[in-house]
């Protein structure tokens, strides 16, 4: 290339990825992640086996339309209840993390939680780190065959159980169970295991820390929910600076900070960060970085908490922890917490005390008001009665709104658990009752059984006009 012409830089949008072999990390807050992997998986895993009035006690059965979540029976016009239960988490995501950062991605997010379990796998089969780093390095042989394929083959197969578990959900356990080991599943059924297998065995096995950087919306929005007073993993850089290697005996001498240099902080760091570097998006607060420079500062005599749990302007101010927490109670925590309660108050109250009867009333359009023997006016309607209770109800059917209304047809109907049953009515009227044109009347079921239950439903009764 002569003088003259420019060079040309290539600059690279996406940096290739560089493999990270996390240390181990043993302390406080690692008994903490792994007490959130067994809570959280139990649940998972459990949940599908659990029985409930003689059926699975969580079942999201989409081909009945039916949901059932313990002793609750929801249906798709109970989807309100969906859109709350997602205000009130976008609510609690918002909350926690002003006050705590990303203690959730930390601690009990579905990617750090199979991550954990993935690591301590691939540690029970290849070794620590450092036998990791030299097992990579060796040629392929029938070790490292060995390994890599046992390694594989037990990330396979949980991820298979994860996605089973999944399909569980939406199938009854036993009875996927009993269409597995047959060899009978359907073509959705396997299609889902699979999918969800594979995303767990890739997300969990092979990106790990890409999936929490580039595909996380999380990561790159937190910022505006961060604030001076919340809560991340901090280096202290005026006591750990200027870092540097010293003896034990050395430490009174030197005139280097507490920082030993010793980077164990960030080969604990599963996504690979310096956190020495300061607040980075990258950073889920895992707290691994804290266990590790904690048992460090105690093989070197030197306090606890070079790296831990502060915020911003409690690094700053040099604030004691109590005086931290103090400064955690600010404006937008209280109205975030207010709304919060407010919200989860008000849902699980009306989802405990809903009435477990529904009443939906259609009217014959093709039939307006028409004159029938004796002169009387009819309409007709037909009445979508839905019993979401687990046990057969037998209700009362009535309707008020004029003078001398009354039903043509059955006043009493028998509705089955947890079934809906379309049912034709006829409502009459005398003639002269009510002015020509529509009229306000009111449907009105009452359960036999249970004077508690009972609802209305407005509708329109049409007197033709002369």
Not at 58 to 67: G, M, Q, S
Not at 269 to 283: A, F, M, S, V, W
Not at 435 to 445: A, D, H, L, T, V
């Amino acid at each position: 290339m002569s003088n003259s012409e420019p060079e040309v830089k290539v600059i690279k949008m996406y940096a290739k990825r560089e493999e990270i072999y996390p240390r181990e990390a043993r302390g406080w807050y690692a008994n903490w992640r792994w007490v959130f992997v067994w809570l959280t998986q139990l649940v998972y895993y459990g949940l599908p086996w659990l029985r409930w009035n003689d059926r699975q006690a969580v079942l999201f059965d989409l081909a009945a339309r039916k949901f059932y979540l313990f002793g609750i029976v929801l249906w798709p016009q109970d989807f309100i209840y969906l859109a709350v239960l997602l205000i009130i988490c976008a609510y609690g995501l918002f909350l926690f993390t002003a006050v705590l950062g990303r203690v959730w991605c930390g601690f009990s997010c579905p990617q750090t939680v199979y991550t954990e379990i993935f690591m301590w796998i691939e540690r029970k089969i290849e070794g620590d780190r450092s036998a990791r780093m030299r097992l990579d390095k060796q040629p392929w042989n029938a070790n490292k065959i060995a390994r890599k394929g046992g390694k594989h083959a037990a990330w396979i197969a949980v991820s298979l159980w994860t996605g089973f578990t999944f399909v569980a959900y939406f199938t009854p356990v036993r009875t996927l169970m009993a269409q597995t080991l047959a060899a009978a599943l359907g073509p959705w059924q396997l299609f889902w295991i699979l999918f969800y297998g594979f995303a767990t065995y890739g997300n969990a096995g092979w990106m790990r820390e890409q999936v929490c950087k580039y595909m996380c919306p999380y990561a790159r929005f937190q910022s505006s929910m961060f604030d001076k007073d919340t809560l991340i993993i901090s280096y202290d850089a005026k006591r750990g600076e200027p870092r540097g290697a010293r003896k034990k005996a050395e430490q009174a001498q030197t005139r280097l900070g507490d920082c030993i240099d010793c980077s164990l902080c960030v080969q604990v760091c599963p996504t690979g960060i310096d956190i020495r570097n300061g607040l980075q998006y990258e950073c889920i607060s895992c707290a691994a970085c804290i266990d590790a420079c904690d048992s460090v500062m105690d093989r070197v005599g030197l306090p606890r908490g070079l790296i831990r749990y502060s915020t911003e302007n409690g690094l700053k101010n040099q604030m004691s922890r109590s005086q931290i927490w103090r400064r955690m109670l600010r404006p937008r925590v209280l109205i975030y917490s207010a709304v919060l309660t407010l919200i989860a108050v008000t849902f699980f109250g009306t989802l405990l005390t809903r009435t477990p009867l529904k009443l939906d009333v259609i009217r014959d359009r093709g039939a307006l008001g028409r004159e029938v023997e004796d002169g009387m006016i009819e309409n007709v309607y037909r009445l979508q009665v839905m019993n979401t209770d687990e046990a057969p109800h037998r209700y009362r059917i009535s309707v008020t709104g004029i003078d001398s209304i009354k039903l043509a047809t059955a006043t009493e109907v028998e509705v089955e658990a947890t079934a809906s049953r379309a049912l034709p009515v006829r409502v009459r009227t005398a003639p002269g009752a009510g002015k020509p044109g529509s009229n306000k009347i009111q449907f009105e079921m009452q359960s036999l059984d249970d004077e508690r239950v009972r609802v209305t439903e407005k509708a329109v009764f049409f007197v033709p006009r002369n």
